[in-house]
Each structure stands twice: as structure tokens, then as C-alpha cells.
């Protein structure tokens, strides 16, 4: 019987579906925000804690409710030390007030002399513009404190539902990995197999590279700030290492509220330059031998991806989508890399210098365990 194949979809088709999906895909995303940002960093933890969750079990022969829950225990504490240093080290500028206003009082009054000197403008219509800028935000204070309630309340009620995905997460691998096979079917269950042991592998290994980085940017930062006589030496290098983890835009936001602060507690203009230049020169060490010798090649994407990827996740999410941006392109990467028709957005992603996966990745993933955390469900 003859059979008469059906025309290949013109070009044009193809990229109004393509386009139409990214649409759709970011619509939802962007509406599902609640759930999917918590859940997608419940995602990255789990994935982290998973040996400590199999180190319990084995080790310790506790069930596997219990070993899921230690191992998140262990992080909320990790995190819990972590913001109690930041906010320690809040609570002791809090108490320099007083200093910060008088540091503000006299630089609006240096900037009055200059304006009226410059642009002939007297201080009293100066005065005028201050006084109508301040009731107005008088007037708008009370809101502008719900709105600060709001988000603080946000925040703690989004790091509760991370912690309880992550739990669950743990808990139930073995079933999700049931649920993955049975979508792909049992024909493509090597490629899933090999999927979710390249993702643990590159994602743990992202992970705690880049908070192995961020310890030694914080480190490095509050000694180089101890010896130069920089007041709040530990909070600056704190908040360094912290922004450090945004790629790009982290370590301007840091330049700014660093200098912003050593400039509030009355430091002289050139300890203010001396902390723009070591966190710029602490950056260039970070990004030009840290970044390429701690992380590596384990995130092969380039640059332009990563910067759009940021920009991006920031629309989207917020600062929850940027610290998720760079994650979720490397298991989209994964992914479109071993899905044929895919492979061209995989190789657009990818770095030029790194095309090729590294012939020895499956031989480390094997030896460090990772296709055994994978836990195959028996057949």
C-alpha cells in the first residue's frame, strides 16, 4: 500500500511553535512563582543533602524519614549560624545611629553648599525641596512599614516551605525516580538514569563550589578589612561573600552598600576608597582563579547566557530567580544535550572552549557514588 509521508512544517512554523512555548512557559512560571521558586531551590538542597541522607541511613540505620529530617536539620542550623554572624554584626551598626546621621547631617549640608554655589540656587528653596520630599514620605511611612512587615513575613513563610519541599524531596526519591521512568517509559530509561546522575553530579558539585568560593571571598575580605583598620571589617567581608554568589550584578551590590557603610560610620575618604579597591581587586582574583580552579567547567555555560540568565531570573523572580538562574540553565543544558532535536539549544548554552563533555565525568561520577544515590527501583 503506498504511503504518502506528510511535509515537513516550514521554518517559520517551527519558530512560531518554539516562541509560542517560551511564552507559555514563562506565563506560567511567572504565575507559578509561589510554588515553583521554593520548590526548585528545595530541588538544589536535596540534591546536596542527599549523601548526608544516605550517610544517616547506612551509618547511623535510621529510617529514612528520620535520616531526611536530620539532614535538614543540619542545614537549618547551618543557615541559622550564618545570619545570626549577619545579624550580629547589624545589631553593633545599629548602635553607631547617631554617627551615621551626623556623617548624613554634614554631607547634605556640604552638598547645599556646593549646589548653591554651583547651580545659584539659595538654601532656602533648597529646604523647601528637602521639606516637601519628607512629608511626603512621612505621609507614605506607614505603608512603606506594612509593606517592610509583609516581606519579612514572606520571606521566613518561603524558607518554611523550602525546608518542608526539601524534606519531602528526600523522602520520596525513590518515587519520583518511578515517576520518571514511567513518563519516558522503559525504552528511555538509560537516558534518565544518566540524566539524573549527570544532573546530582554537576549540581552538587556547583553548589559546594561556589559556598567553598564564598567562604574564601568573606575570609579573605574581613582580614584584608581587619588589617586595614575598617570598621565592621567581619559584616563587610560577610556581606562580600554572601553577593558573591550572584554572578556579575552580586559583587556591584556589594561595592555599594560596603562603601555606603564604611562612608556611614565616619571613615575618612581614603579607607572608603581602600574598600572599593579591595573588593574590586578580590573580585578580579575571584573570577580570573577562584571561580575557573574551585568551580570549574562543572557549569559549562557561557557568559552571555549567564548574564541574560540573570537579567532574566530577576524579571521573573526576583532575587530568587537570580541565585536559581544559573542551576536551572545547567539542567536544562543536561538535558537538551542528550535529547536529539534538542541539541542545538544545548550547544547554544554551552561554552565554545567546552563542547565536548570531559571523557573522564562519567569515570568521577562513578567513583564518587552518584549513580548509587540515583537508587534504581528494583524491577
Not at 520548590?39 to 549523601?51: E, M, Q, Y
Not at 539659595?122 to 521639606?131: A, C, E, K, S, T
Not at 553548589?207 to 568560593?213: C, D, N, Q, V
Amino acid at each position: 500500500m503506498l504511503q504518502i509521508k506528510s511535509p515537513a512544517s516550514p521554518f517559520y512554523t517551527k519558530l512560531a511553535m518554539i516562541l509560542v512555548s517560551i511564552i507559555a512557559v514563562g506565563y506560567l512560571a511567572i504565575l507559578g512563582k509561589q510554588l515553583l521558586a521554593p520548590l526548585i531551590f528545595a530541588v538544589l538542597f536535596s540534591i546536596l543533602l542527599l549523601p548526608l541522607a544516605r550517610f544517616f541511613e547506612q551509618k547511623t540505620k535510621l529510617a529514612r524519614s528520620g535520616a531526611a529530617f536530620l539532614s535538614v536539620l543540619v542545614f537549618v542550623v547551618c543557615i541559622a549560624l550564618i545570619l545570626y554572624l549577619v545579624g550580629a554584626q547589624l545589631t553593633r551598626l545599629g548602635q553607631d545611629w547617631p554617627l551615621f546621621k551626623d556623617q548624613v547631617v554634614s554631607s547634605v549640608n556640604n552638598l547645599q553648599h556646593w549646589v548653591a554655589s554651583t547651580f545659584h540656587i539659595n538654601m532656602r528653596d533648597q529646604m523647601h525641596y528637602v521639606n516637601d520630599a519628607t512629608n511626603k514620605l512621612i505621609s507614605t511611612s506607614t505603608l512603606v512599614l506594612g509593606t517592610t512587615v509583609l516581606s519579612v513575613s514572606s520571606i521566613v513563610l518561603f524558607l518554611v516551605f523550602i525546608m518542608i519541599y526539601t524534606f519531602f524531596l528526600l523522602f520520596y526519591r525513590r518515587l519520583l525516580v518511578k515517576f520518571l521512568l514511567g513518563v519516558f517509559k522503559e525504552d528511555n530509561a538509560v537516558m534518565v538514569y544518566d540524566v539524573i546522575a549527570h544532573v546530582q553530579y554537576i549540581i552538587r558539585k556547583y553548589i559546594a563550589g561556589l559556598l567553598l568560593e564564598m567562604a574564601i571571598v568573606a575570609t579573605a575580605c574581613c582580614l584584608i578589612f581587619w588589617i586595614l583598620g575598617i570598621k565592621y571589617a567581619i559584616l563587610l567581608g560577610l556581606i562580600t561573600g554572601l553577593f558573591n554568589i550572584i554572578p556579575y550584578i552580586g559583587i556591584f551590590s556589594a561595592l555599594l552598600l560596603s562603601t555606603l557603610i564604611t562612608f556611614a560610620t565616619g571613615a575618612v575618604a581614603s579607607k572608603i576608597i581602600l574598600v572599593a579597591i579591595t573588593i574590586i581587586v578580590i573580585h578580579l582574583i575571584d573570577s580570573n582563579f577562584l571561580l575557573p580552579v574551585i568551580v570549574g567547567s562543572k557549569v559549562r555555560i557561557n557568559a552571555l547566557i549567564t548574564v541574560m540568565g540573570v537579567i532574566v531570573g530577576e524579571m521573573m523572580w526576583g532575587i530568587s530567580g537570580m541565585f536559581l538562574a544559573i542551576p536551572v540553565i545547567a539542567i536544562m543544558k543536561i538535558i537538551f544535550d542528550r535529547i536529539e532535536p534538542l541539541k542545538p539549544w544545548g550547544l547554544l548554552l554551552g561554552d565554545e572552549k567546552n563542547e565536548k563533555e570531559p571523557p573522564d565525568l562519567k569515570e568521577k561520577i562513578k567513583e564518587e557514588g552518584v549513580e548509587a544515590v540515583v537508587e534504581k527501583p528494583q524491577t
